[in-house]
Structures are given as structure tokens and as C-alpha cells.
């Protein structure tokens, strides 16, 4: 399976424009009104193909703080050298000329008796339908002595932008031979491969600028997401270089002491130059304030992303617990075309297609050495089920490589004008 601009977007062209401040739009003359919370891969699509296919029949509002976004998907990039960190942000001007209603503010509150959206800002936004797609956020004291108080001290940087630059700023300043630790999280979390092309990132940079620098890997699972292909690249291109501490050598029992810059690995301490810590993961908090989640996630059903809890409400990406589909950006864009389907049909009586979902997760190891899985689904009365994959296998030839690589750059270019116009 392969991936470029023209293939994921057909021949769509990327615009841009200037978006000013927009008031929060009052419910058109009879049009019903859908709100989008969170303007990521999930929520950006979502209102994008709503507002598009509808043809002004919606009234379509986005909630989203930021005026420039920035992916999650490929700031690992950013932090091997390979982009810069201007190529990841994404305004919403373009959606704002589609017909989107783009309000940047915060959504503190869901008022589900009088379907209303409560901002940060003072009002209320009315909705028919509601869409939630509000990224992720971190479960409290998941790594002992850490939360967002020292993520200065020791970035997430997963959530792109400030903390990501932060990060290969404290790593460019790591003393020669220095030490870089990275606290895993436990599963499900955003980007299954995430952490360990991190990683390799990491050595990348380090290799060049750092050549003695060793890194640590805390992790509370026993494998990984293209764990054999991380190993291998690891291998052939920074021996020696990565430690991985995994589930059975006491990678879960782990504390930081961010004042101290150490890290403790099953009782014993290690002395850190930078430290990225990433804790375990839950739903965006406007999904709990809705009253949609069930423990950490919000349970959806597969074949149209609405909450088990309302069927008003959906949750895309990130946020929801759906099946077999992992949280990738890809995926909260396949799953926002198959709510924005759905949407639209049960707004406006337009047709309904059987959801299909597919995903595919890339990673870059070193120069011109990508890897890749993925996989397609579909709805079953259960949930989003696998119904088959492919991924990369160890011993590939450097041109096969390469070309996984260029695929990946033509999928990003391709999947952020899909989500951003």
C-alpha cells in the first residue's frame, strides 16, 4: 500500500488565508448546527467535509484555541534536524473561507440536557450534533514524582509545538557524553511508534553532535509498536548508543525527581542531562466534562463515532475508545470522514455509506531509513474491527527504505491539506 499527495487528496490544491477574530454564530434560520470541539486531524477534517458536502445546509462552529496548530505527526522530525518546526504549523484560514465558523476559545462545558457548548470566554454555542475530538491529556501521578508543573524540567512533547522545541533544545545541551532518559508510557497512548522513533531521532541528533551521549529507555511494556524494526535500526545505526529497560527488567517501575534530574529504574538512581518523560494517557478533558467517558476514554460506536452515552455526541481520534484502530493522526482522520458522513445524513437525510476506516503509521529510523504499519477496518455492532495489515520487515533494502520515507513526506503533505483545506 502506498501514499503520496495527489493519491490521499486527488487533485485538490492547498490554500491559505488570513482568518480574523469570528463571533460565535447563532443557530441559522432553521439550518441545524453541528459544533466541533478541537481543531486537530479528528476535528479539523470533520467540520472541513461537513461544511463542504453540505453545501451551507449545516451551520458548522469549530472550538478550537489555537491559531496555528501544530502536529503531533512528525515533530519527532523536527527533532532529528530533518524539518523545521514552521512546516508543522497549520492555521484555519482556509476552513474559515469553506464555511467554517472557527472560534478560538476554550469549550469548558457541555450542557447535554440543552445541547450548548459553554467557552472559556463568556456564551454558549447551540448544537444538533456534537463532535468532540480533543487530543489527549495525561493521567494524574502516572509517573511518580512528575506532572505538568515540571514538564519544563522535563518535557511530554506530546502535545507539538513550545514543549517539542523545548525538548531538542535540552538535548542540543546535554554536556559531551551526557545522558537523555525517556520515560515511556503504558498502553493505549497516542502514536503507538511514537516514543521509539523519538528515539531514533534523539540518536540521530546526538550521533552528529553528541557522538558519546548514551539514552536510557524506561518501559513499562514488554514490546512495542515495530519493535523488532526500532531494534534493528538501533543497531545498525547507534550501536551501543540506546538502552532499552523493558517491562521485565523493571522499565514500569519508575520515579523522576525533576529538581535532582534523576531518574529511578526498579530502586536504582541514574543522573540525567535531559529527560523526557511521557505518562500514561486519557481523553481530553472536555470529553470527561461532557459525561462521555467510561474511566479514561470515550466508548463510540464503530459504525458512526457516536458516544455509547449520547447519541448526540461523538468522539473522534485520540479521545475514543473504539476497537482495534490505533491512536494515530491517521486514524482520526479516517474516522472524521465516516462521523462527517454520518452527520450529514442524519441532519439532512443525504446517503449513508457502510464505514470503512484505515490507517497507516510511518517512522523514520535514520536518513532515508522509514518503516511503516497499517492496517483497515470496518464496523461491527462490537466495534472497529481489523480486517488486515502490512508493515515493514527487518533486512529491507536501503531503496525500499528510501521510498518509505518519500512516501511518508507525500502523505503528510497530503493529509494536512485534507484536514486544513
Known amino acids: 500500500?502506498?501514499?503520496?499527495?495527489?493519491?490521499?487528496?486527488?487533485?485538490?490544491?492547498?490554500?491559505?488565508?488570513?482568518?480574523?477574530?469570528?463571533?460565535?454564530?447563532?443557530?441559522?434560520?432553521?439550518?441545524?448546527?453541528?459544533?466541533?470541539?478541537?481543531?486537530?486531524?479528528?476535528?479539523?477534517?470533520?467540520?472541513?467535509?461537513?461544511?463542504?458536502?453540505?453545501?451551507?445546509?449545516?451551520?458548522?462552529?469549530?472550538?478550537?484555541?489555537?491559531?496555528?496548530?501544530?502536529t503531533c505527526f512528525f515533530s519527532n522530525l523536527y527533532i532529528g534536524g530533518y524539518r523545521e518546526m514552521a512546516s508543522l504549523g497549520h492555521s484555519y484560514g482556509t476552513l474559515a473561507t469553506e464555511g467554517v465558523n472557527v472560534?478560538?476559545?476554550?469549550?469548558?462545558?457541555?450542557?447535554?440536557?440543552a445541547k450548548t457548548v459553554s467557552l472559556a470566554g463568556g456564551?454558549?454555542?447551540?448544537?444538533?450534533?456534537?463532535?468532540?475530538?480533543?487530543?489527549?491529556?495525561?493521567?494524574?501521578?502516572?509517573?511518580?514524582?512528575?506532572?505538568?508543573s515540571a514538564q519544563n524540567a522535563m518535557p511530554h512533547a506530546y502535545k507539538a509545538g513550545s514543549q517539542t522545541e523545548l525538548l531538542k533544545a535540552q538535548?542540543?545541551?546535554?554536556?559531551?557524553?551526557?545522558?537523555?532518559?525517556?520515560?515511556?508510557?503504558?498502553?493505549?497512548?497516542?502514536?503507538?511508534?511514537?516514543?521509539?522513533?523519538?528515539?531514533?531521532?534523539?540518536?540521530?541528533?546526538?550521533?552528529?553532535?553528541?557522538?558519546?551521549?548514551?539514552?536510557?529507555?524506561?518501559?513499562?511494556?514488554?514490546?512495542?509498536?515495530?519493535?523488532?524494526?526500532?531494534?534493528e535500526g538501533w543497531a545498525n545505526h547507534y550501536e551501543g548508543m540506546v538502552d532499552w529497560i523493558g517491562e521485565e527488567f523493571g522499565g514500569g517501575n519508575v520515579s523522576v525527581d525533576p529538581d535532582a534530574m534523576t531518574v529511578t529504574i526498579d530502586g536504582e538512581v541514574t543522573k540525567v542531562d535531559a529527560c523526557n518523560v511521557i505518562p500514561a494517557m486519557k481523553a481530553g478533558r472536555i470529553a470527561e466534562l461532557a459525561g462521555v467517558t467510561d474511566g479514561n476514554w470515550a466508548p463510540v460506536n464503530g459504525a458512526d463515532m457516536s458516544t455509547k452515552a449520547d447519541a448526540d455526541i461523538y468522539v473522534l481520534g485520540d479521545s475514543c475508545q473504539q476497537g482495534d484502530m490505533?491512536?494515530?493522526?491517521?486514524?482520526?482522520?479516517s474516522q472524521a470522514k465516516v462521523c462527517a458522513n454520518a452527520v450529514r445524513g442524519a441532519l439532512t437525510?443525504?446517503?449513508?455509506?457502510?464505514?470503512?476506516?484505515?490507517?497507516?503509521?510511518?517512522?523514520?529510523?535514520?536518513?532515508?531509513?522509514?518503516?511503516?504499519?497499517?492496517?483497515?477496518?470496518?464496523a461491527t455492532p462490537e466495534k472497529i474491527a481489523k480486517v488486515d495489515g502490512f508493515i515493514s520487515q527487518t533486512g529491507e533494502t536501503s531503496v525500499v527504505r528510501k521510498a518509505t520515507y518519500e512516501e511518508s513526506v507525500g502523505w503528510y503533505a497530503g493529509i494536512t491539506a485534507d484536514i486544513f483545506g
Open 123 to 148: 456564551g454558549t454555542v447551540p448544537y444538533d450534533k456534537l463532535i468532540l475530538s480533543p487530543g489527549i491529556d495525561f493521567v494524574d501521578g502516572a509517573v511518580e514524582g512528575w506532572d505538568l
Open 103 to 113: 472560534v478560538h476559545d476554550w469549550a469548558i462545558g457541555v450542557d447535554r440536557d
Open 171 to 231: 538535548i542540543e545541551a546535554m554536556p559531551a557524553g551526557g545522558t537523555f532518559a525517556m520515560v515511556a508510557p503504558p498502553n493505549p497512548y497516542r502514536c503507538p511508534p511514537g516514543p521509539y522513533e523519538r528515539v531514533s531521532m534523539v540518536a540521530h541528533l546526538l550521533k552528529e553532535k553528541n557522538p558519546t551521549a548514551k539514552i536510557i529507555v524506561a518501559d513499562p511494556k514488554a514490546k512495542f509498536s515495530k519493535m523488532a524494526l526500532f531494534q
Open 349 to 378: 437525510g443525504s446517503k449513508v455509506f457502510p464505514a470503512k476506516f484505515s490507517n497507516t503509521c510511518w517512522s523514520l529510523i535514520d536518513t532515508d531509513d522509514g518503516v511503516k504499519v497499517g492496517a483497515t477496518y470496518e
Open 1 to 70: 500500500m502506498t501514499f503520496n499527495r495527489r493519491a490521499f487528496i486527488g487533485s485538490a490544491t492547498a490554500a491559505t488565508a488570513a482568518l480574523s477574530s469570528p463571533m460565535v454564530m447563532a443557530a441559522g434560520a432553521g439550518k441545524p448546527n453541528v459544533v466541533v470541539v478541537g481543531g486537530g486531524a479528528g476535528g479539523a477534517t470533520a467540520a472541513r467535509y461537513i461544511a463542504k458536502d453540505s453545501k451551507g445546509a449545516i451551520n458548522v462552529t469549530l472550538i478550537e484555541p489555537t491559531r496555528v496548530y501544530y
Open 326 to 333: 490505533p491512536k494515530s493522526g491517521f486514524s482520526a482522520n
